[in-house]
């Protein structure tokens, strides 16, 4: 199976999945008026989406910087150390736990919830915030994915890390690819074997949880939806080898330090700190300069 077969199948999936959501838990009111008024829900989210737009842009741009920034520079492969806390602190490594439990049906399960499941999870608030009245929820959530992104990228540049799977294929079963070996043609284009801690697949399932937690009253039906995908998309990325227990710890608390920067912060306030910051920074200096 080609990428553009894969992609397709991938969208095809997916839009079924966030047209039912939409339809059950968004509502046809909701629906109609986000519809009519599309126009002003844009432009007051246009510059976060904007600024998310570039922070993904500069992430896929630049992977081969990242790359030999990674092991050229920093070059600190904190795998072994991944690998020997685990040891430490549980009595078997909660990977090689989980896999004991293996079964085909489990298996393809997890494979769905890994790809297509954490692709509706992402997608689906974005369309669900929309049909709010106000733009508040959706310019959290963008901001908040930003954060998620940018963080994510300072960390997989100063840590290299290696998942399960391609630390000891011995040890720990690499069961996406086992199951569903064309996925790797897509997860090559989007990620890097290096790209493990933390895990970016637990802080954004994380983070829509915990907007959706917080935002419980607009949406009640959306809470236990995203919980059991959120969890399940966890679950999977340790299943199926790719990420440690340590990862999805410091996705987790990735995810809870994005969504309160996306509660408390605004890209307009941000800017206008870095600004002041720099202002009262180097504006003395020019003015001593021009004097």
């Not at 992104?149 to 069961?175: H, K, M, T």
């Not at 710890?249 to 941000?270: D, E």
């Amino acid at each position: 199976m080609t990428l553009v077969s894969v992609v397709f199948d991938l969208a095809l999936v997916v839009a079924t999945m966030l047209v039912t959501a939409t339809l059950v838990i968004v509502g046809p009111r909701r629906i109609a008026a986000a519809v009519r008024d599309a126009r002003w829900r844009l432009e007051v989210c246009l510059l976060p989406l904007a600024v998310l737009a570039f922070v993904l842009l500069v992430r896929w741009s630049t992977v081969d910087v990242v790359i030999r920034l990674e092991r050229r520079v920093v070059g600190n492969n904190i795998t072994p150390q991944l690998f020997e806390l685990e040891q430490l602190v549980f009595p078997q490594n909660p990977v090689t736990v989980l896999q004991t439990f293996a079964s085909p049906a489990l298996t393809e399960f997890f494979v769905f919830i890994y790809i297509y499941g954490y692709a509706f999870l992402l997608l689906f608030p974005f369309v669900a915030y929309f049909a709010l009245s106000k733009m508040d929820d959706l310019s959290t959530l963008i901001l908040a994915f930003t954060a998620n992104y940018a963080i994510g990228l300072v960390c997989y540049v100063l840590f290299i890390a290696y998942g399960p799977r391609n630390f000891d294929p011995l040890l720990f079963e690499p069961l996406l690819y086992d199951v569903f070996p064309q996925s790797q043609s897509l997860t090559n284009q989007v990620n890097q074997n290096t790209n493990v801690f933390p895990s970016l697949h637990t802080s954004l399932s994380m983070t829509v949880f915990f907007l959706a937690w917080l935002t419980r009253e607009k949406y009640p039906l959306w809470v236990p939806i995203s919980g059991v995908l959120a969890i399940s998309v966890v679950i999977s990325t340790m299943y199926l080898g790719i990420h440690w227990f340590s990862d999805v710890v410091a996705g987790t608390i990735l995810a809870l330090i994005s969504v309160y920067i996306g509660r408390n912060y605004t890209i307009r306030g941000i800017h206008r700190s870095i600004r002041s910051y720099l202002d009262s920074r180097f504006g003395d200096r020019r003015s001593v300069e021009q004097q």
